[in-house]
Structures are given as structure tokens and as C-alpha cells.
């Protein structure tokens, strides 16, 4: 009798586990199959060959187009762009010394279309003693492109910035000079560092000194409104000549923070013209 109660408790206690294990894997699951992120399991065959062995199918197929048995046992490289091999050869062998690693590269969906995707690996052993790399990819195509274009956009008003005509100085809130043009230094024989860091109030040797009273209320005046109407005053080139500028002023955004944009073009002749 006492046996049969024992047993039965046993039972009872192999139930409840197999309860909760069975709660704790939907749970789990469920948390894996909706996840975001591509999800992956990648063994080493006897080949040495890196192959999938276990993905988390809809959301992997959402993103490359492939579903489970598409992608079961063939090697991740098969999808990695051939200009990133190395990159990712190098990432794994990484990841196998130091225990994780992370990398972003081009992979293929089923459409023929380069996706950029950032994967982070991390190394563990299974159940039978095998080490195997759990691997986590986000698709960052739109993100890089984003980023590609900035570039793009910054090297392109960059250079109208660096070849216009018309001397440009940006001034931080405080009327520090954050950057300056190339005419800057042609006309003013202003370099990094005579002016950078320095306030526009310092500039002595430029502008003559009736025009400073002018100057810092349009200064307070492009603080608060924004930008402030054209005026024009008299600039002392480096060869010690006067010529007459119109000076337009703005606010800016660069990476969110507010800068003033100066831009000085030469109206020397159109002056003379005009007397």
C-alpha cells in the first residue's frame, strides 16, 4: 500500500513537471516565433561546412522569402554576398575563439535582392556536448541606405559648401565660429586657427569697428526670429583693401543642433556700379 501511494506521488510529481516543461516551451516558443529578429541555429558539419539547422521560420520567411526546409542544412555562406566572404569567415573564426561575435552583411532573399543585415552570434553547447552558434539577424537595409544617403548628401554640400564663392561662416548660439569656408581664408587670410573657436565679435582685423553695435543685434535678432533681412557693410580683405559684402543670416539644423549660418557675398562692384 505504501508503494502504490509512492508511485502515485511520483506520478503525480512527473505530471507536474511535464506541465510545467510543457508551459515553459510555449512560452518560450512563442517569444522565439514572434520575435522581430531572424532567429538561427548553425552546426559544423564533418565537412567543415556552417549550415542551418534550425530557424525561426516566420519571421526568416518573412524577411529572405525562404521557408525552413529551403534553408535546413544548407550553408549560411550560400546566401552571403561574395565581397563580404571574408568578412564573414572571419566573423565566425572570431566568434569561435572569443564566444560571440558581430558583423553586418549583405545576404541574398529569394528574390535575388542584397539585404544588409547585422548578425550577432554567440557560441553554446547542446544537449549531446555539440558546440553550436545561435545567430540573430536584423534586416538594416533601410537604415543603411538612410545612411548612405547622408553621406552622400554631406560629401555633396560639402563641397558646395567648400567651393562657393561667397565667404560662409557657421556660429554656434553663442556666436563661437564652428566652421568656415575656404573664401574665408582666400579673402580674410583666415585660418583654423586664428577663428575657429574664437567669437565673430573678435574679428577686429575685418570689420571695421561702427559696424559691431549692428552686427550684435542682428546677432540677437537671428536668435530669436530665426533670420534677419540683408545688410550691408564693408569687410578688410587680407591684402588690407575694403570691399563691400550684403550679409545674410539664418538658423540651422545639423544632427539636431542649432547652428547660425553666415554667408557673405562680395557686392563690391555692384556698389561701384551703383554710386
Excluded at 508551459?23 to 512563442?30: D, G, V
Excluded at 539585404?115 to 547542446?126: A, L, P, Q, S, Y
Excluded at 526670429?225 to 591684402?239: H, M, N, S, V, W
Excluded at 539664418?250 to 543642433?257: F, R
Aim: charged share 30%; proline share 3%.
Amino acid at each position: 500500500m505504501v508503494t502504490e501511494e509512492k508511485d502515485l506521488s511520483y506520478i503525480k510529481n512527473d505530471d507536474l513537471l511535464l506541465n510545467q516543461l510543457r508551459k515553459s516551451e510555449a512560452r518560450y516558443r512563442l517569444i522565439v516565433e514572434n520575435s522581430n529578429d531572424m532567429m538561427c541555429i548553425v552546426r559544423r558539419t564533418d565537412k567543415k561546412r556552417f549550415v542551418f539547422e534550425w530557424i525561426n521560420g516566420k519571421i526568416v520567411e518573412e524577411i529572405s522569402g525562404y521557408n525552413s526546409d529551403e534553408l535546413k542544412n544548407k550553408s549560411i555562406f550560400s546566401f552571403v554576398h561574395p565581397e563580404d566572404h571574408k568578412k564573414a569567415m572571419d566573423t565566425v573564426f572570431l566568434g569561435m575563439k572569443l564566444g560571440s561575435a558581430t558583423t553586418t552583411i549583405r545576404m541574398v532573399n529569394k528574390k535575388g535582392e542584397w539585404k544588409w543585415v547585422e548578425v550577432r552570434g554567440r557560441i553554446f553547447k547542446d544537449y549531446d556536448g555539440e558546440y553550436k552558434a545561435l545567430l540573430v539577424g536584423k534586416d538594416v537595409t533601410a537604415r543603411r541606405l538612410t545612411k548612405e544617403k547622408l553621406v552622400q548628401s554631406e560629401k555633396k554640400y560639402r563641397s558646395l559648401f567648400n567651393n562657393s564663392p561667397f565667404m560662409i561662416l557657421i556660429l554656434d548660439m553663442n556666436g563661437i565660429i564652428a566652421d568656415f569656408n575656404p573664401m574665408v581664408t582666400e579673402t580674410g587670410n583666415y585660418y583654423d586657427e586664428d577663428i575657429l573657436g574664437v567669437n565673430f565679435q573678435e574679428l577686429t582685423d575685418s570689420i571695421p569697428p561702427q559696424y559691431y553695435p549692428q552686427l550684435i543685434d542682428l546677432f540677437k535678432k537671428v536668435l530669436k526670429e530665426g533670420k534677419i533681412d540683408p545688410i550691408e557693410l564693408q569687410f578688410k580683405k587680407a591684402d588690407g583693401n575694403l570691399i563691400w559684402v550684403r550679409l545674410y543670416a539664418k538658423l540651422i539644423k545639423v544632427e539636431g543642433e542649432t547652428f547660425i549660418q553666415v554667408i557673405l557675398p562680395d557686392i563690391t562692384d555692384l556698389k561701384e556700379r551703383t554710386v
